[in-house]
Nanobody, 116 residues
Framework: QVQLVESGGGLVQPGGSLRLSCAAS????????MSWVRQAPGKGPELVSA????????RYGDFVKGRFTISRDNARDTVYLQMNSLKVDDTAMYYC?????????WGKGTLVTVSL
């Protein structure tokens, strides 16, 4: 049974930081492309960041502009998203996604709220 469990969301002030984690199980994590996708209220989903199975190749949404860092620990089957300099516009539900040989799985999300 595939599971992706996100954690680390919460309420933070503008300029603050959060570290999201996504713990994976039920598939070969080390062979999977992992991504973080977010969806703000009333808006469509957008890619935040993605990382290759070996962790060497990463990409980010244009809005990230050097503020976020994606990483993974294949020994722990976990992908992370370090988010710094958070803005009010970063408020959204953040979802973990795994792609593995044509299969696609999603976590239930973790809510990030950036507010004074």
């Amino acid at each position: 049974q595939v599971q992706l469990v996100e954690s680390g969301g919460g309420l933070v002030q503008p300029g603050g930081s959060l570290r999201l984690s996504c713990a994976a199980s039920g598939f070969t994590f080390s062979n999977s492309y992992m991504s973080w996708v977010r969806q703000a209220p009333g808006k469509g989903p957008e890619l935040v960041s993605a990382i290759s199975p070996d962790g060497i190749t990463t990409r980010y949404g244009d809005f990230v502009k050097g503020r976020f860092t994606i990483s993974r620990d294949n020994a722990r089957d976990t992908v992370y998203l370090q988010m710094n300099s958070l803005k009010v516009d970063d408020t959204a539900m953040y979802y973990c996604n795994a792609r593995y040989y044509g299969m696609n799985w999603w976590g239930k999300g973790t809510l990030v709220t950036v507010s004074l």
